[in-house]
């Protein structure tokens, strides 16, 4: 079963709640991850601003383009426009 949530402000996940479900942001809402490494962000809709704790720099996906996250450290997901992904 796919779940939409919404998230009403930054709101930070970590553990088992990050894979498996859908993600929808309204533009300015952001979300932090944690223990993602050796999983893939997949933008599913609309346009991400991604940011790695570990990371170079800031990442936009679009949607149908995925971001494989292979260091530990949190993930800062924001919409730039409404935009919805998940974790595999």
Do not use: Y
């Amino acid at each position: 079963m796919n779940t939409i949530m919404k998230v009403a402000m930054t709101l930070l996940v970590h553990g088992n709640g990050v894979a498996g479900k859908a993600w929808r942001l309204l533009p300015g809402q952001v979300i932090a991850l944690d223990h993602t490494k050796g999983k893939k962000l997949d933008c599913t809709d609309g346009r991400l601003w991604v940011t790695l704790e570990h990371g170079s720099g800031d990442i936009i996906l679009e949607a149908n383009e995925s971001l494989p996250i292979q260091e530990n450290g949190r993930v800062v997901v924001s919409a730039l426009d409404t935009g919805a992904f998940k974790v595999a």
